[in-house]
């Protein structure tokens, strides 16, 4: 079975560090290029960017470029994102989408389950 | 950037009456262009790809169309399981998802 899926809910300070994963299996995990997607609190899906783990080619959206860092390891089928300095407005659901071909371009078949990052003083 | 405007924001429609969510794009982007259903607390779930093609498992009740700048999902006659929000997804370009539609089955 194809299945993405994230570690567990975060719960952390303004300026804590956190970096979060999505373990891929079931697929060629390196030929498919893997998106972060942001959600917001009653709000709708942003991307934010998107990584091709066989050689770690990652690209930013403009509002997030800058703001997280997108790692993959191959060794283990696990793409990462990655705050240095978490900010209040970071609180939101993050979700990992794989691409169905082997293309930047295209749609999203397969999601990981989500994971909240909570943000609070 | 393109811009993916949905409408209308919210839609209330009666088991059984035919639902059209609607879907521009501010610039032509051929036939690239998903849908996906998000029901609270849940992952989005692919439903259409390349605008017209359903996914895999999607009942044949979930139908796209469209090319260019103007698509539509159509859902022939919805079920109380349909409630949920409904996305597009360019990626002609880089990618963007539009705002949603709620879709709520009375």
């Known amino acids: 079975e194809v299945q993405l899926v994230q570690s567990g809910t975060e719960v952390n300070r303004p300026g804590d560090s956190l970096k979060i994963s999505c373990k891929a299996s079931?697929?060629?995990?390196?030929?498919?290029?893997i998106a972060w997607v942001r959600q917001m609190p009653g709000k709708g899906l942003e991307y934010m960017g998107i990584i091709f783990p066989d050689d770690s080619d990652a690209r930013y959206s403009p509002s997030f470029q800058g703001q997280v860092t997108i790692s993959a390891d191959k060794s283990i089928n696990t793409v990462f994102l990655q705050w240095n300095s978490l900010k209040a407005s970071d609180t939101a659901t993050y979700y990992c989408a794989r691409s169905s071909i082997e293309s930047l371009r295209a749609d999203f078949d397969i999601w990981g389950q989500g994971t909240v990052v909570s943000v609070s003083s | 950037e393109i811009v993916m405007t949905q409408s209308p924001a919210t839609l209330s429609v009666s088991p059984g009456e035919r639902a059209t969510l609607s879907c521009r794009a501010s610039?032509?982007?051929?036939?690239?262009l998903a849908w996906y259903q998000q029901k609270p607390g849940r992952a989005p779930r692919l439903l259409i790809y390349r605008a017209s093609t359903r996914a895999t498992g999607i009942p044949a009740r979930f139908s796209g169309s469209g090319s260019g700048t103007e698509f539509t999902l159509s859902i022939s006659s919805p079920q109380s399981e349909d409630s949920a929000v409904y996305y597009c997804h360019q990626y002609n370009d880089w990618p963007v998802f539009g705002q949603g539609t709620k879709l709520e089955i009375k």
């Open positions: 079931g697929y060629n995990f390196p030929t498919y290029w």
């Open positions: 610039q032509s982007i051929g036939i690239n």
